[in-house]
């Protein structure tokens, strides 16, 4: 039986701490690539995980051809490409400018924005945010000042269902009753604006964010970096919103919950989930298909590592038909399915800081996720790059070739008990359930 550990667990992720960043944001992007163990890697910033059936064509072309064949979904709907040539850079950079994927090269990291992916599409919104997504990217293109921002700032844009409200982001817009609620960092107030000025109350707001970096003499990425007092960042908040001509009145912004759309056929669209975030061309190239014949002109990647296909065109029989399709490539159609409930850093041998090949022992140990009431996630070390935001069991990988489970819950101390072997996941599960207090 395994036992609970008496040794400190692992830091729960940071809520409104202070950090002193001592370097640049070498945060990768489209243009400037990183050198990681399995070659050169590319971040393609997708505002909305948003892609034209051209764009994507030209993401799998270029994973085809200059990477190692494969497209990697991120936590916050981009699309990462691996195994890239280091004399590529130019030749990507011009691919992805012929189709309108870096509509400002001094703006490509900045672009962060993620966007309620059934918006628009299941009724289960209070509005469809698009036309927002469309004005924010715009603005932040047209901005000198938020080209400061570092590559992890991140903006969500949430129809009202609370599902990208609950994912962390620096700048979240949320619809709400009698407008746009607008929030900053993990703080619970906010201020109610109109609708129509959303996208530039966000702007204002990550300007402000910069004002107040600027002004105390720090270097900082994210908005819980700046350890000062919340009334400074509020009341840099409305002059700058006052300066805009954008009215406000303070509000709460309430609870949110980070869930991504299920795998299947939800309203006018398909859901599918991507295991670990490993997408091939093959199976990319059957979402495009799918896309062009139900005439819904787009996928939309989520911050879930899933892909959402609008069908607006499509029969029952049809959308049957493609769901079968993706399924037999080997894309997750099923909503029982424990994959969406599993994720991973790249780990070895794409790491050279991992400890383990946390994708393969995952996929191994996929079948005891069902013992968890929590999602998990895999890490080859305590780094934790990519790990979600909210609660979740991190499994993290141990320099002796072990794991350590543990519980990060909200407002409750972490509990860790260790994992000396993948294929007894199911055990250690039990043990961290039955060492809560």
Known sequence: MLAAMSTPPLPSSPQATAVSRD??????????????????????????????????????????????????????????????????GAELAGLLDSVGLLPSHAHDRVRNIVASPLSGLDGGGKRDVRPWLESLDTALCRSEAVRELSGRFLFALDDGRGDVAALGADVTVRVATGGALLGLGSAGEGWLVSADDAARAALSAAEAFLDVARQNGVQVWRVDELGIERDTLARAVRRRLSAAGIACVEASRGAARAEGPRPGVIGSALSVHAPLGRVTTAQWRELIRAAARAQGGELRVTPWRGIVVPTPGASAADTADALDRLADTGLVTDASSPWPRVGACIGRPGCGRSHSDVRTDAARAVAAVGRSRLPLYWSGCERRCGRPHGDRIDVVAAPDGGYHLTETVRDRPPRTVPLNDPARLGTALATLTSSAV
Do not use: F, K, Y
């Open 23 to 88: 370097r640049g944001d070498a945060c990768p992007g489209a243009l400037r690539l990183h050198t990681a163990d399995d070659g050169a890697l590319a971040r393609i910033r997708i505002p909305g995980g948003v892609l034209g059936l051209r764009q994507a064509e030209a993401l799998a072309d270029a994973a085809r051809h200059l990477g190692d064949g494969d497209l990697h979904l991120t936590s916050r709907g981009n699309v990462q490409l691996r195994g890239l040539r280091d004399s590529c």
